[in-house]
C-alpha cells in the first residue's frame, strides 16, 4: 500500500513562491497518474493539477494556470508543486493524490491514495 506524504507548505506574501513535495513509499508510483488537490476552509476539494505517469501531459485548473508549474521524478518516487504569484486565495491545505490509471482523466475519483496535507497560506 502507498504512502504519501506532502512537504513544503507554510506562509508566504501574496506574490511569493512555494514548491510542494510529495514523496510516495510502500510501493513505486511510476506507472501511476499524479495530482494535487486543495481545500480552503469551508469550501469544498477541488482539483489543482495533474500529471500523466510518464511526465508528458499536465492539466491546471484554470485558476492556477501559468502560476504553478506540476513535475514528478520516477526515480525518486516524487511528484512536485511549484506555486508562484501566490494569492491570498490560493490559501489551503494541499493534498497529493494518487491515481488508479497511468492518464488523468478529469475524475476525482480516480484518485485512491490521498497523502495527510500540507497547509498553504498567503498573506495580503
Known amino acids: 500500500q502507498v504512502q504519501l506524504v506532502e512537504s513544503g507548505g507554510g506562509l508566504v506574501q501574496a506574490g511569493g513562491s512555494l514548491r510542494l513535495s510529495c514523496a510516495a513509499s510502500?510501493?513505486?508510483?511510476?506507472?501511476?497518474?499524479m495530482g494535487w488537490f486543495r481545500q480552503a476552509p469551508g469550501k469544498e476539494r477541488e482539483f489543482v493539477a495533474a500529471?500523466?505517469?510518464?511526465?508528458?501531459?499536465?492539466y491546471y485548473a484554470d485558476s492556477v494556470k501559468g502560476r504553478f508549474t506540476i513535475s514528478r521524478d520516477n526515480a525518486k518516487n516524487t511528484v512536485y508543486l511549484q506555486m508562484n504569484s501566490l494569492k491570498p486565495e490560493d490559501t489551503a491545505v494541499y493534498y497529493c493524490?494518487?491515481?488508479?490509471?497511468?492518464?488523468?482523466?478529469?475524475?476525482?475519483?480516480?484518485?485512491?491514495?490521498w497523502g495527510q496535507g500540507t497547509q498553504v497560506t498567503v498573506s495580503s
Open positions: 493524490a494518487l491515481s488508479r490509471s497511468s492518464y488523468y482523466y478529469a475524475a476525482a475519483s480516480d484518485f485512491g491514495s
Open positions: 510502500g510501493r513505486t508510483f511510476s506507472r501511476n497518474a
Open positions: 500529471i500523466n505517469w510518464n511526465g508528458d501531459t499536465t
